[in-house]
C-alpha cells in the first residue's frame, strides 16, 4: 500500500525528513519497500469541453475549445480518442510544469493549440488506476479548479490507522481533518490517545463521500 506523507501529516506532527519516518515505521513492524518523491506540477486546472470537431487539416486529430473559468474558452489539439463534448477533463496550460515537459504554444498542423489535454501518466499517476487516454473529472468540478497532486484526502480509515502507530510511538496526541474524522466516525478506536499500542486491530462500517 502506498501511504502519501501528506496525508498522514493532516493526521500527527512527523520529522521532516521521510527516512525518518520510514525508520519510525520499520520500527513498529510497519517497513517501508521505498520511498517516493512526487515530481512538482504547476498550471494544471480542470476544464470543460464546451465544443469538439476534426482538425481541419489531420484526421486523426479534434480540436476543442476549452473552458477553464476565466473568460474566452482555450483552443486545444488532441490525438485522443476518449474525449467528448461536455465531459470536464485535466488540462496543462501554457507554462504548465508537468514531470516530462513545460508547456508552450505551438502548432498542430498549422493550429495553434493553446494548451494540452493531459493523461493521468502525464502527471506520474499510477496509470493502473485510471483508464487510457484524457484523464476526465466529474462534472461537477468547476472549470478553473487547480489541480494538485496528492492534496486529496484518504475515503478510507487505513492511513489513519498509520498515523495513529508512529504517534503512539511518540506518546503524543494526533488530529484529524474533517472529512478524516468522518470516515473515522464509523470505526471502533481505542479512545486514549496517549495509549502506546503497537498494533491495533480497526472495525469500521461503510461511510459514504460526496
Given at each position: 500500500m502506498r501511504v502519501p506523507l501528506g496525508w498522514l501529516r493532516e493526521y500527527v506532527e512527523l520529522p521532516a525528513d521521510p527516512r525518518a519516518v520510514a525508520k519510525m515505521l520499520a520500527e513498529l513492524g510497519f517497513p517501508v519497500a521505498g520511498i517516493e518523491t512526487r515530481p512538482v506540477i504547476t498550471g494544471v486546472v480542470a476544464?470543460?469541453?464546451a465544443e469538439l470537431g476534426k482538425h481541419p487539416n489531420a484526421d486523426?486529430?479534434?480540436?476543442?475549445?476549452?473552458?477553464?473559468?476565466d473568460g474566452k474558452p482555450l483552443t486545444i489539439a488532441t490525438a485522443a480518442t476518449n474525449v467528448a463534448a461536455g465531459q470536464t477533463i485535466a488540462v496543462a496550460t501554457i507554462g504548465a510544469r508537468l514531470p516530462q515537459l513545460t508547456i508552450e504554444r505551438r502548432k498542430m498542423?498549422?493550429?495553434?493549440s493553446e494548451g494540452m489535454m493531459i493523461s493521468a501518466d502525464e502527471l506520474a499517476l499510477p496509470a493502473e488506476w485510471f483508464e487510457d487516454g484524457i484523464l476526465q473529472f466529474e462534472e461537477t468540478l468547476k472549470p478553473g479548479t487547480d489541480i494538485t497532486i496528492g492534496n486529496?484526502?484518504?475515503?478510507?480509515?487505513?492511513?489513519?490507522?498509520?498515523?495513529?502507530?508512529?504517534?503512539?510511538?511518540?506518546?503524543g496526541y494526533y488530529t484529524l481533518a474533517a472529512d478524516s474524522q468522518k470516515a473515522l466516525d464509523n470505526c471502533d478506536l481505542p479512545k486514549d490517545p496517549l495509549a502506546p499500542t503497537r498494533q491495533t486491530t480497526i472495525a469500521c462500517s461503510p461511510v459514504g463521500y460526496p
Open positions: 476544464g470543460r469541453i486523426r486529430l479534434q480540436v476543442g475549445q476549452i473552458e477553464i473559468g498542423r498549422g493550429l495553434e486529496e484526502r484518504p475515503a478510507a480509515p487505513t492511513h489513519a490507522a498509520h498515523a495513529r502507530t508512529p504517534e503512539n510511538h511518540w506518546y
